[in-house]
């Protein structure tokens, strides 16, 4: 194959011999792309600067005996610089996105529209509110792993199919008001007949399940004008951890071990 044209985002660079680097990138038309970025280190090198957390335009020829990319242009596109309030919280959550598509995106798969929303993302991180950055970063989880064929059902029975609202228990008391049970395994709600001996379950109030439907629903805009406190927003946080660890369970993922970061960090 010769000469390729892409635009994308750096998911991961690690140094390699004489000044050069191998560069993991998302690019728009080829999925997740690895490229060795000769001579990249090296403060000769006339290639535009390659930045995390940017959008770059490159170029690179893909040699046909070995599949191995070579870099041969970038041109920086757009930049997020993270910074409004100071970096932590926005780069802990831009940084947790990242870790989650290098541990899940497949080789010369592409996913365009998980590009985009990346893109999205990636821009309101720069932007919104401190107090909304949770809920964000919480709709573009639940967005990616669908893209990804990862899709939590919240709107029914996985067992049977039985609409949401036949799966809904009452409290003995009738004080604690509906709630629900999620099997991360079956990746989604079930209702009392269908649940299994041993299977382990999360217990979700009526109110949460609302919120996590309407993060699921909302646009990326949208969800980057919610205010959730952090106990709520901890809790849906583990419940997609939990959900992506059953549904990935043969692949070591660094992400999951970055999300408990996040998690634990109370940001
Ligand atoms: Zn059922």
């Known amino acids: 194959m010769p000469q390729v044209k892409s635009e994308g985002i750096i998911l991961k660079a690690i140094d390699w011999k004489e000044n050069s680097r191998i560069v993991t990138f998302f690019t728009d038309n080829f999925g997740r792309q690895t490229i060795i970025d000769r001579g990249g280190r090296s403060m000769k090198s006339k290639r535009g600067r390659l930045l995390t957390f940017s959008r770059v335009e490159i170029e690179y020829f893909k040699s046909e005996k070995s599949g191995t990319g070579y870099l041969t242009e970038v041109e920086l596109l757009e930049a997020f610089s993270l910074e409004k309030e100071g970096t932590l919280g926005?780069?802990?959550?831009?940084?947790?996105?990242?870790?989650?598509?290098?541990?899940?995106?497949?080789?010369?798969?592409?996913?365009?529209?998980?590009?985009?929303?990346?893109?999205?993302?990636?821009?309101?991180?720069?932007?919104?509110?401190?107090?909304?950055?949770?809920?964000?970063?919480?709709?573009?989880?639940?967005?990616?792993?669908?893209?990804?064929?990862?899709?939590?059902?919240?709107?029914?029975?996985?067992?049977?199919?039985?609409?949401?609202?036949?799966?809904?228990?009452?409290?003995?008391?009738?004080?604690?008001?509906?709630?629900?049970?999620?099997?991360?395994?079956?990746?989604?709600?079930v209702c009392p007949s269908c649940q299994m001996m041993g299977e382990y379950y999360i217990k979700l109030q009526s109110e949460r399940l609302d919120r996590i439907y309407a993060l699921q629903t909302a646009s990326l805009a949208e969800a980057g004008t919610v205010r959730m406190n952090m106990s709520e927003g901890e809790e849906i946080l583990e419940l997609l951890t939990a959900f992506l660890k059953y549904q990935t369970e043969a692949k070591e993922l660094n992400s999951l071990k970055f999300l408990e970061k996040l998690r634990k960090a109370q940001i």
Request: hydrophobic share 40%; net charge negative.
């Open 90 to 189: 926005r780069l802990t959550f831009a940084s947790a996105a990242i870790e989650l598509l290098y541990d899940l995106l497949a080789d010369d798969d592409p996913q365009p529209e998980l590009y985009y929303l990346t893109i999205q993302f990636l821009r309101f991180t720069d932007t919104v509110a401190r107090e909304s950055l949770l809920p964000l970063f919480l709709a573009y989880f639940i967005k990616a792993m669908s893209f990804l064929g990862y899709r939590p059902n919240f709107s029914g029975c996985v067992g049977c199919g039985r609409a949401r609202e036949e799966t809904a228990l009452t409290g003995a008391n009738g004080k604690e008001g509906q709630f629900y049970f999620f099997t991360p395994e079956r990746g989604g709600l």
